[in-house]
């Protein structure tokens, strides 16, 4: 058994190869969460969705967003509309009353479906009305993500990080604004002071992701910040990984990253934007995989391969590594 920590794209691109290596039927994958938003009503959970539409067979590889060949007519409406009506299409928040009321939710989470700032498919809009329906219903969102994996016949177990909301912020030089209004409105320009997960001090783990952590971990390719970041920031999720082995891919080879924010966000956060800072990140790490064109000297056991991952076989080649990994620390 092996649990992998999910969050962008670093790991679905990983499990997208891993089965010859990790059998799916005793691999769970623990989502980040901080990334959510409720748009127009409905709750959107991006790192969840990948890796549910990745095991539904149905993502869109080349975005690694969303599902693939999937129309977008009510998305294309909602902007054309708020065009017409001179109200724009940028991120709207709800009021701040808004933001805590109705559901449990933290704050800085809610926008209005005007202009509809981010991208959403009509089919892919059918997930995220069910999931806002049974969560309405009483549903836990590890129920709920487990009815959705059934329906999708996803292979692996797949779980939220937590049923309570964590929300991550990023404070910039103009104010407070939510990750994706940071990453997908403003394509990740505005300059970052400080990154906060709000609502971790109070957010707790279910029993499903606490015996998952009891397994051997596995941390893809991902941004440490706000990929990982969220995952860590709950007291009991952090100490649990201080208790498992846990092996790390470097989303890095030395000081250059493979794709995403991560070093600006990682200066904001306090690290050196490298391999050496994601160790820094990851002090409950016992191993490390590593690009053979990383170089860089750490105090744990390291195994280095080819980590570019542009093909299943590719994502192969980095879980056998991350399979040695996990041999030499488990």
């Known amino acids: 058994m092996v649990t992998f920590l999910s969050g962008g794209t670093g790991t679905p691109k990983l499990l997208s190869g891993a089965a010859d290596v990790f059998a799916p039927t005793e691999t769970t994958v623990v989502a980040n969460t901080g990334d959510d938003i409720e748009l127009g009503g409905f709750l959107v959970c991006p790192d969840l969705d990948t890796v549910l539409f990745l095991g539904g067979e149905c993502l869109d590889t080349e975005t690694w967003w969303g ?50 700032f981010m991208h959403i498919g009509d089919r892919d809009r059918a997930i995220h009305l069910t ?105 009991e999720f952090r100490a649990a990984l201080a208790n498992t082995p846990v092996v790390a891919v470097s989303p890095f080879v030395e000081d250059t990253v493979f794709s995403g924010p991560a070093p600006k966000l990682m200066r904001a956060a306090g690290y050196e934007p490298s391999t050496a800072g994601v160790a ?7 191993a490390f995989v590593l690009d053979d064109d990383d170089g860089t000297q750490l105090d744990r056991p390291v195994v280095r391969t080819d980590t570019k991952m542009d093909t299943d076989a590719d994502a192969r080649r980095v879980a056998r590594a ?9």
């Open 131 to 235: 999931r806002t329906g049974l969560l309405d219903e009483g549903h836990t969102l590890t129920e709920v993500t487990q009815i959705l994996s059934d329906a999708l016949s996803v292979p692996w177990t797949l779980l939220p990080m937590s049923d309570d909301p964590v929300t991550t912020l990023i404070e910039t030089p103009n104010g407070t604004i939510h990750f994706q209004e940071f990453w997908v409105a403003n394509n990740g320009e505005p300059a970052i002071e400080a990154v906060e997960f709000r609502g971790a001090e109070r957010a707790e783990i279910t029993q499903e992701v606490r015996e998952a952590l009891s397994q051997p971990v596995v941390i893809g390719p991902s941004n440490p910040v706000t990929s990982i970041g969220p995952m860590v920031a709950i007291e």
């Open 67 to 116: 599902i693939a060949d999937d129309t977008a007519e009510t998305h294309h409406e909602l902007k054309q509309l708020a065009d017409a009506a001179g109200l724009g299409t940028g991120p709207r928040y709800l009021s701040e009353d808004a933001q805590i009321n109705g559901r449990y939710l933290s704050q800085w989470r809610r926008f209005s479906g005007v202009g509809e």
């Open 280 to 286: 820094a990140a990851y002090p409950f790490a016992d």
């Open 322 to 330: 991350i399979e040695k990994a996990l041999n030499m620390v488990s």
